[in-house]
């Protein structure tokens, strides 16, 4: 009888256009969750249907020297482990310990039910809550970080540190941001200017076509995304922007670069700049 109703409605001229896909995708997800429910991964089902909020901290190296190094992905990186950081992290902290945060960030089982804008703008909003645990983490856990965000990772970073109790900031010894898919306007950041006790580096390119197609068009009056230009607005010697357009061509080369004297002079040094340095002028930043 409801396979009757359901071709009725979808062969009908007026209604068909209109109910036949909404029709189609609750008889979908009715069909997924038949098959999914007696799972033994039900979080598979919440995953998929957003019922549950995806967090977990994974460490990637727990033998090493403080600072623990705390590495944040992005835009499609639900299901990774953390392994596209590993070469990173061995060129720039072979010393440290290494944690890796996992989020809601999207898959690429998601755009079975979804496009990739929409899981874009899912992942967005995802990002706020991923940023309060965060927030936590580092709040609840001993000993300084150094905080990396890729893409949507330095957005959750964003949100973490509008979060963070004030008395926390003592934690961070860095904050680096890779292609950030979050504002460069200083309304975005003041607030965490204030309480800052650590360098804020934000790298970026204008070769980003996935901030520029992805970012740009789909989070309607946003202004340009940090991975893109200069945070702005700030006298404040805890910021520094680094443009790498001349060596970083694609969102994800970032995890291919290395960046030893950019990093380590402002950790140790603590007295970072504020001016954008362009690093055609700066062979020593090894990139």
């Known amino acids: 009888m409801f396979v009757k109703k359901l071709l009725k409605v979808l062969v009908s001229p007026i209604a ?12 979908a997800e009715h069909q997924i969750k038949k098959k999914l429910k007696h799972s033994s991964s039900p979080s598979v089902v919440e995953r998929v249907f957003g019922a549950e ?32 950081w590993m070469s990173f992290l061995r060129q720039h902290f072979p010393q440290n310990q290494w944690v890796y945060i996992r989020w ?30 965060l927030a936590k983490y580092i709040e609840g856990s001993p000993g300084e970080k150094i905080v990396l965000g890729h893409s ?12 963070l109790d004030k008395n926390s900031f003592s934690k961070l010894l860095a904050v680096q941001l890779f292609g950030g898919a979050v504002s460069s306007r200083c309304d975005s950041w003041r607030r965490i200017g204030t309480h800052l006790k650590c360098p804020v580096l934000n790298y970026f390119s204008s070769h980003d076509s996935v901030l520029k197609n992805l970012y740009k068009d789909k989070v309607l009056s946003s202004p340009t995304p940090a991975g893109l230009a200069p945070i702005e607005g700030f006298n404040n010697d805890y910021f520094a922007n680094y443009d790498v357009s001349s060596k970083v061509e694609g969102h994800s080369a970032y995890y291919e670069r290395y960046f030893p004297q950019a990093i380590h002079n402002y950790v140790s040094d603590k007295s970072p700049k504020h001016d954008v340095v362009d690093c055609d002028q700066y062979d020593d930043l090894g990139l």
């Open 16 to 27: 068909g256009p209109i109910a036949g896909p909404i029709l189609l995708g609750m008889v």
């Open 53 to 84: 909020e995806v967090f977990e901290v994974i460490n990637l190296k727990s033998t090493g020297c403080s600072p623990t190094v705390v590495a944040v992905s992005g835009f499609m990186n639900e299901n990774e482990d953390g392994s596209q």
């Open 104 to 133: 809601e960030s999207g898959s690429a089982g998601s755009l079975v039910f979804s496009s990739p804008a929409w899981e874009w703008m899912a992942a967005l909003n995802h990002s706020a809550e991923a940023g309060k645990r």
């Open 152 to 163: 949507l990772g330095a957005r959750t970073i964003n949100h973490a540190l509008k979060k």
